[in-house]
């Protein structure tokens, strides 16, 4: 997804699906346990069952599965089953029923948590049945690498399932262009190329700022999406670009270490060279816009940050969640993320 896909990435790198945050309700329940539990969704029959590939689960514990409408977190919702783990926090099960009540949903939360030592976690998935391929991990992702202005777009295709068939579609910003407008069918070989990078922007989107692009296939039920901005460009400008830089990707960052309405510490990647950064930090669900400054960086010429350590603005202290962003006045770059406002460390990339 791909561990990082726990935390929120910088708006660019669009995935099939998105982790929720983690973390325990009674710290030191635990004495020898460190981090927190987390999983990802490997496989889902829709309206039927959902497999789950959990990581760094408490020893010995117990856990309540519940599933509920998307965006509740899966609190509150319908108990599914109940599974232990073992001395080395391996659950007993990891396929668990979509309940009655939530057939037909497009998105479905899903939530582990311990009524014993309080530690949980939850994610949830698109309710529609993906398969599993052998010797296929993770998820398939795109940068755009191209723009002709209300032309064409080509994109840059990462870990794409092998031998198989997707369907192009183009949309309106802020759609995940779904339902879009089907501009081609591309094909993948053995070692998950793509048959074809270049697609046509279709008439009755010219003229848009910014256009939605989504690659989903109709076998495997595997997709990814991006967006794009639609001015003439090369170098790969989507997402976390306002402005035209000969820079590969996009900054991003995981949250590393939290200390209690104090400071947040994060360890940043591919953020390009010689720049400079305003950080903000705002309530959840902001992305960190408008928010407090709380510093300014700068960049090297190898793209590191001259500090990764900033402090928690009094005026969020006692938030439960807090959302941090790193954006270039300069470049038009910026990533965020969020994290949880207790102390903690966590092991990231």
């Given at each position: 997804m791909k561990r990082w896909?726990?935390?929120?990435?910088?708006?660019?790198?669009?995935?099939?699906?998105?982790?929720?945050?983690?973390?325990?309700?009674?710290?030191?329940a635990t004495p020898s346990y460190t981090g927190y539990p987390y999983f990802y969704i490997s496989s889902v029959v829709a309206d039927t069952s959902v497999t789950i590939?959990?990581?760094?689960?408490?020893?010995?514990?117990?856990?309540?599965?519940?599933?509920?409408?998307?965006?509740?977190?899966?609190?509150?919702?319908?108990?599914?089953?109940?599974?232990?783990?073992?001395?080395?926090?391996?659950?007993?099960?990891?396929?668990?029923?979509?309940?009655?009540?939530?057939a037909g949903?497009?998105?479905i939360a899903i939530r582990l948590q311990s009524p014993t030592t309080g530690y949980y976690a939850y994610n949830w998935f698109w309710n529609n049945t993906v398969v599993s391929i052998p010797g296929y991990t993770g998820y398939p992702y795109f940068y755009i690498t191209t723009v002709v202005q209300d032309t064409?777009?080509?994109?840059?295709?990462?870990?794409?399932?092998?031998?198989?068939?997707?369907?192009?579609?183009?949309?309106?910003?802020?759609?995940?262009?779904?339902?879009?407008?089907?501009?081609?069918?591309?094909?993948?070989?053995?070692?998950?190329?793509?048959?074809?990078?270049?697609?046509?922007?279709?008439?009755?989107?010219?003229?848009?700022?910014?256009?939605?692009?989504?690659?989903?296939?109709p076998t495997s039920g595997y997709y990814a999406y991006n967006w794009f901005w639609n001015n003439t460009t090369s170098g790969g400008t989507s997402g976390g670009?306002?402005?035209?830089?000969?820079?590969?990707?996009?900054?991003?960052?995981?949250?590393?270490?939290?200390?209690?309405?104090?400071?947040v510490t994060i360890?940043?990647?591919?953020?390009?060279?010689?720049?400079?950064?305003?950080?903000?930090m705002n309530y959840f669900g902001t992305l960190g816009i408008g928010g407090w400054v709380v510093d300014t960086v700068t960049t090297d010429a190898s793209g590191n940050l001259s500090s990764t350590t900033f402090t928690i603005p009094p005026g969020l202290a006692g938030q439960t969640r807090i959302a941090i962003r790193?954006?270039?006045?300069?470049?038009g770059y910026y990533a965020y993320n969020w994290f949880w406002n207790f102390t903690a460390s966590v092991s990231v990339p």
């Open positions: 896909w726990r935390f929120v990435l910088a708006g660019v790198i669009a995935l099939s699906v998105a982790l929720g945050g983690v973390g325990p309700l009674a710290q030191g590939s959990p990581y760094n689960f408490p020893p010995n514990d117990t856990f309540s599965v519940t599933m509920n409408y998307y965006g509740t977190y899966g609190v509150g919702g319908w108990v599914v089953d109940t599974v232990t783990t073992d001395a080395s926090g391996t659950l007993s099960k990891t396929t668990f029923n979509i309940p009655a009540g939530l949903q497009t998105r064409s777009v080509t994109i840059d295709p990462h870990n794409f399932t092998p031998n198989d068939t997707y369907k192009v579609l183009m949309g309106e910003y802020g759609t995940l262009s779904i339902g879009g407008i089907e501009v081609d069918t591309v094909t993948t070989d053995a070692g998950g190329n793509l048959s074809k990078t270049t697609f046509n922007i279709p008439a009755a989107l010219a003229g848009r700022t910014k256009i939605a692009i989504r690659l989903e296939s670009s306002s402005v035209v830089l000969p820079w590969p990707g996009y900054p991003y960052f995981y949250v590393s270490d939290v200390v209690r309405d104090t400071s360890k940043p990647h591919n953020f390009p060279p010689n720049d400079t950064y305003m950080v903000t790193l954006q270039s006045s300069t470049t």
